[in-house]
């Protein structure tokens, strides 16, 4: 079962063609950063921001891109910079990717919850 590891792109590009990198300036990137103001007040923390992606995943356009991510990193060990020990978005992108193969787009969205 594909896994979330931490690093940078060189560390992904060094460790094989299993492993994709998910964290800032990707195509995967989460665009809710942590620590930025978030819409409604304080500064986003991580759980938000993840939340934020999750969220942003099950609307109309979100689920084409969900759809993409999936095929994409299907069976791919996940890289981010995020420290292990807190929520990131590669957590979602994760459980997305890896859902059974003959669920169906609807499928798709129960599993944008954030980390669990």
Do not use: K, W
């Not at 460790?15 to 665009?31: E, F, I, K, M």
């Amino acid at each position: 079962m594909p896994v979330r590891l931490r690093g940078t792109p060189r560390d992904a590009a060094t460790l094989s063609t299993a492993c994709a990198y998910v964290g800032p300036r990707s195509r995967y990137a989460n665009p809710f950063t942590v620590g930025a103001r978030s819409p409604l007040g304080p500064p986003l923390d991580a759980a938000e921001s993840v939340d934020l992606f999750a969220a942003t995943l099950r609307g109309p356009v979100g689920r084409f891109y969900a759809a993409r991510f999936a095929r994409a990193l299907h069976d791919l060990d996940l890289m981010c910079t995020c420290p292990l020990d807190v929520p990131c978005h590669a957590d979602v992108l994760l459980r997305i990717a890896n859902e059974s193969r003959d669920c169906n787009a609807t499928r798709t969205s129960q599993f944008l919850e954030g980390p669990r």
